[in-house]
Nanobody, 119 residues
């Protein structure tokens, strides 16, 4: 069994900060990519930030300089530190992980966590 659990999110005022966490567990040999996507109603899900090919990061232009992705390899956990949040950051944030298990490649999605930026 392989699991992915995300936490964090909530309501914050513009200019505020939040941190999202995402942890994978189970019979995982390695993690080839891990990060966050977000989606608002009526729009496609978009990449926010992710790790891939080791420690290479890919960060959306809209959040560069405000959001930071980091990871704790020992805990199979990734974090998204979100600073200077703007109303346009309001969305459901989904953690995504591409993992290798004993049965092969598996892509995991979290249940989503709502981030609301509003005064």
């Amino acid at each position: 069994q392989v699991h992915l659990v995300e936490s964090g999110g909530g309501l914050v005022q513009p200019g505020g900060s939040l941190r999202l966490s995402c942890t994978t567990s189970g019979s995982i040999f390695s993690i080839s990519a891990m990060g966050w996507y977000r989606q608002v109603p009526g729009k496609q899900r978009e990449l926010v930030a992710r790790f891939f090919s080791g420690d290479t990061t890919d960060v959306a232009d809209s959040v560069k300089g405000r959001f930071t992705i980091s990871r704790d390899r020992a805990k199979n956990t990734a974090y998204l530190e979100m600073n200077n949040l703007k109303p346009e950051d309001t969305a459901v944030y989904y953690c995504n992980a591409a993992v290798i298990t004993k049965t092969g490649y598996l892509e995991l999605w979290g249940q989503g966590t709502l981030v609301t930026v509003s005064s």
